[in-house]
């Protein structure tokens, strides 16, 4: 783990930067820092006196002599360590050939070919952008169209997907998809009891980015999830948010271990969603206000999002490469406004298509 603070924020505030490494949070036994750093009262807790001291460090050739002796006793690891400084050269040689290739066609976008404009060759820099919105307009489109926050949020990220590709002079047709993994918390009676009381699965979802109607693509979105639904075996949100702690940045962190075990050309960006406590949480006093998931990018996929409920508000990260999305920033603002478009639907001045009904014919006709 690697945890930062980051001082000197607007209004006094502070921010705390988790870093997990996904081998450390295997949902079964560890969880994540964020987990347990968060109390529920603002009264902060008694600290415990810490006594430990760090021992001096090993001198040159104690560390030396160590080595040997390990090579002595493991010969098979050193050949296997040989091995993987070789092919560590030979990538580092073909990253070498790409950055001369990538020089060549500076000018020509970086992304693969063919792949649309969510597969991108990964530099080693990142574009962060954040945006918070009231979960009281999620629950209201789920009033007035059915569903569930889960559907409307996936519905929401499709609308802005949509805007975004065409912002881009993308071609985007009626039968335009994008294949997102949406990892889903799943009951499983047959498998070993987990810390946080149930498992994470992969979902391959179709995203219809060609549906230009945002109820229509919020009940092809419900539609396709429905047979998860059906199951038996999907986890009510309301029962994600009452795991005690912070529970959301262990999902995603799962989410994200579970995303790279998957097959990478099944699909196209990884979005999780995971509610979090409807109450407010503090770190020794200092109230939380916000909280920002970011997932990792995998190879040769230019975004990721992250979605976490807190306290009434619906949070979102959006994980971006540097290079291929230096329009990081109009996904968030699209994602914003087709959070809109679909509140709009609810209005009850909003004129609606009629169902089932003959059109009335205008007055003076024969």
């Known amino acids: 783990w690697e945890t930062y603070l980051v001082e000197g924020l607007e209004d006094g505030r502070f921010a705390v930067l988790s870093k997990s490494h996904q081998v450390l949070v295997d949902g079964a036994t560890t969880l994540d820092l964020g987990q347990l750093l968060l109390d529920v009262s ?11 001291s760090p021992q001096p460090g090993p001198r040159a050739a104690t560390l030396v002599a160590d080595a040997v002796g390990e090579a002595l006793r493991r010969p098979a690891q050193v050949v296997e360590t040989v091995r993987g400084g ?8 073909a990253r070498l050939a790409g950055f001369v290739q990538s020089a060549a066609g500076a000018l020509s976008p970086a992304r693969s070919s063919g792949d649309g404009p969510l597969a991108a060759v990964l530099s080693q820099q990142r574009r962060f952008v954040t945006l918070e919105t009231d979960l009281e307009a999620y629950r ?4 007035m169209h059915g569903g569930t926050v889960n559907d409307v949020v996936l ?13 881009r002079a993308e071609t985007v047709r009626g039968s335009s998809r ?8 799943v009951v499983d009676e047959e498998g070993e009891p987990t810390s946080l009381g149930s498992h994470v699965t992969p979902h391959l979802l179709s995203l219809p980015v060609g549906e230009a109607s945002p109820v229509m693509r919020l009940h092809q979105v419900s539609y396709a999830l429905k047979a998860h639904k059906e199951t038996g075996r999907a ?18 962190a799962l989410g994200a271990r579970v995303a ?3 097959p990478r050309r099944a699909f196209q960006l990884v979005i999780t969603n995971v509610p979090g406590p409807q109450f407010p949480l503090y770190a020794l006093g200092a109230r939380m206000l916000a909280s920002y ?18 306290d009434g508000k619906v949070f979102y990260g959006i994980d971006a490469d540097y290079d291929a999305m230096p329009d990081a920033d109009v996904l968030g603002q699209c994602i914003a406004e087709a959070l809109d478009e679909l509140v709009e639907t609810t209005t009850t001045s909003r004129a609606r298509a009629p169902r089932g009904r003959t059109k009335p014919r205008p007055k003076g006709d024969g």
Request: overall charge positive; aromatic content about 8%; charged content about 15%.
């Open 140 to 143: 209201k489109v789920r009033a």
């Open 293 to 310: 998931p970011v997932l990792p990018l995998l190879q040769g996929q230019a975004v990721a999002v992250g979605v976490t409920s807190y």
């Open 178 to 185: 994008v294949r997102a993994l949406v990892p889903m918390s």
């Open 260 to 262: 790279t075990a998957y």
């Open 235 to 252: 986890v009510a949100a309301r029962k994600l948010s009452r795991i005690s702690g912070f529970a959301p940045s262990t999902f995603h």
């Open 155 to 167: 519905a929401i990220v499709t609308g802005g997907l949509r805007s975004w590709m065409m912002t």
């Open 86 to 93: 070789v092919g560590e050269l030979a990538h580092h040689a």
């Open 42 to 52: 603002p009264e902060p807790p008694e600290t415990v006196a810490d006594e430990w």
